[in-house]
């Protein structure tokens, strides 16, 4: 790509950037939410066109005028966000567009054991080509789409955020997957917010910041992490989980489950959480944890036990009973779960809050749109238009609008599931000091992340979860990662 430039409705997405892939290499694409790395993988996979600069592939120039287009030339992409079909089959998915057929007849028996082969090669021999796709965990989606793009016959395949929802496990069996790759000279595009996995996997760097690319084919090994976060942000990033407010002794206990069940999930869940506390829960994906906070929502509804808020017994599957309550929850599934995609940015803030801005029966736009601003412009969200559908921003911009989503309501209890997933270095930081400003402030805060050091960072306790159990509670200050996953293995393992 040379000088590349994209624009939307005026804004520039992209202003002449420059990047290139090499045979047999993994180049890291960084930058924070917002830095145009979404539009130019978009572009590379023919979903958008370029307004200006030159595209060439294989030393010759293009134009890449649909995904169809850029799948026949070689190229495959994983999106962050899952691109999988509910309603069909694990192998319906993977070979969605390239179904084998002859005539119009569906080779359903060949496609089933290509799909198996495609799965065994990633490592997860244990998910059916006959399962429905909607059955699965996020985790057994991403893989699925990773079966998807490794489906077609590529030269380069674009790897977004392929992580972001996998456990330790999961994750060497996709940098293994990617080493095959790269060793039969395939390249690889490999996105992550994850500076840790860049130094594990990466050859190459390039780093986009607000559409421009301030520095391209950066080696991995001679580039330090500060320098990395200064071309990403502009600034230094140093102390990114901020220091933790003492919690009152005294402080009232705002969220209390007891004897909380899910039958065939989880069991017997006992957890407090007072004013002004951030409470953790650390364990591997599958684990029961999203679980757990979706049942305290009132999302699922509890086979046993009860659940506190301020004191009073909230009724069991009934989130309008836990909003009202004071109640939020930021769902790890932001699009299906948290977001009206193609409603204005404004509408998906005040979402929540409806009664406050209705005036005879109508909403009131105008204030809608004046609260919306204000909680845009105390989150810095890129772009700063609250008339702007929420679809069309990034993945870590989407979770700033839940935030801005309960900031409007006040909530008393905020749940959070995966709060800085695809998320950059730059805004998780923002992210976690307004977490901690959210506890100053007396919000009782219950917070489950894939990232062991990230419960840890920002948890005042932690409760380790293997198997849909309890195996203890503790102080965040008295653990360490090592010590969350050897108790996360032995429970497992018992």
């Known amino acids: 790509m040379r000088g590349l430039s994209k624009a939307f409705a005026g804004v520039r997405a992209l202003r002449g950037v420059d ?4 045979p047999g290499e993994v180049h890291c694409l960084l930058g924070q939410n917002g830095a145009g790395k979404s539009t130019l993988i978009k572009t590379l996979a023919g979903a958008h066109r370029p307004d200006g600069g030159e595209l060439l592939w294989e030393g010759e120039p293009v134009e890449i005028g649909s995904t169809t287009a850029a799948i026949e030339l070689g190229i495959g992409t994983m999106y962050q966000e899952l691109d999988v079909v509910d309603g069909l089959t694990v192998a319906e998915n993977i070979f969605l567009g390239h179904e084998r057929s002859t005539g119009g007849v569906l080779h ?34 991403q893989i699925v789409s990773m079966a998807r793009a490794l489906s ?4 380069l395949i674009i790897m977004d955020e392929p992580s972001a929802v996998l456990d330790s496990e999961e994750v060497a069996n996709l940098f293994r997957v990617v080493e095959q790759l790269t060793a039969q000279g395939i390249a690889v595009v490999y996105i992550s917010h994850r500076l840790e996995e860049i130094r594990r996997i990466g050859d190459r760097i ?11 084919g950066l080696p991995v090994a001679e580039t330090p992490t500060p320098e ?17 407010a003492p919690v009152a002794p005294d402080a009232p206990v705002l969220l209390e489950a007891e004897g909380l069940a899910l039958r065939g999930v989880f069991e017997g869940v006992d957890l407090s959480v007072r004013a002004g506390e951030v409470v953790g829960l650390a364990g591997l994906v599958g684990s029961g944890r999203s679980e757990i906070l979706e049942t305290i929502y009132g999302a699922r509804k509890s086979t046993a036990g009860t659940v506190k808020v301020d004191g009073r017994v909230l009724r069991p599957g009934s989130v309008d009973a836990a909003v009202r309550a004071g109640v939020g929850l930021s769902p790890e599934e932001r ?6 995609l193609d409603e204005p940015i404004f509408r998906n803030v005040t979402l929540s809050s409806f009664a406050r801005f209705a005036r005879g029966g109508l909403l009131d736009e105008r204030t809608e749109r004046r609260v919306a601003r204000e909680q845009i412009d105390a989150l810095e969200l890129r772009p ?6 929420a679809r ?13 989503r309960w900031l409007v309501h006040g909530t008393k209890v905020l749940l959070l599931d995966e709060p800085s997933r695809g998320v950059d270095v730059g805004a998780r930081a923002e992210i976690y000091a307004l977490i901690r400003r959210l506890a100053e402030a007396g919000t009782a805060i219950l917070v489950v992340s894939s990232e062991i050091e990230e419960v840890l960072g920002l948890a005042d306790r932690v409760h380790v979860i293997a198997d849909g159990r309890v195996l203890t509670e503790r102080d965040a200050s008295d653990l360490t990662e090592h010590d969350v996953l050897d108790l996360v293995l032995k429970g497992t393992a018992a």
Not at 384 to 389: E, I, K, V
Request: aromatic share 2%; no cysteine; net charge positive.
């Open 152 to 155: 077609h016959d590529v030269k």
């Open 228 to 244: 990395l976060i200064r071309l990403m942000t502009g600034r230094s990033v140093a102390n990114v989980f901020p220091p933790a």
């Open 108 to 141: 359903r028996r060949a496609s089933a054991k290509a799909a198996s082969e495609l799965l065994a090669r990633l490592g997860h021999r244990e998910l059916s080509p006959h399962a429905e796709v909607g059955d699965l965990s996020p985790a057994g989606k």
């Open 392 to 404: 069309t921003l990034s993945g870590g911009n989407q979770q700033k609008i839940l935030l801005a």
């Open 206 to 216: 390039t780093v986009l910041k607000d559409g421009a690319s301030t520095a391209s």
């Open 384 to 389: 700063a238009d609250p008339d702007r559908s």
């Open 335 to 340: 699009k299906s779960q948290g977001l009206i």
């Open 19 to 22: 990047f290139d892939v090499l």
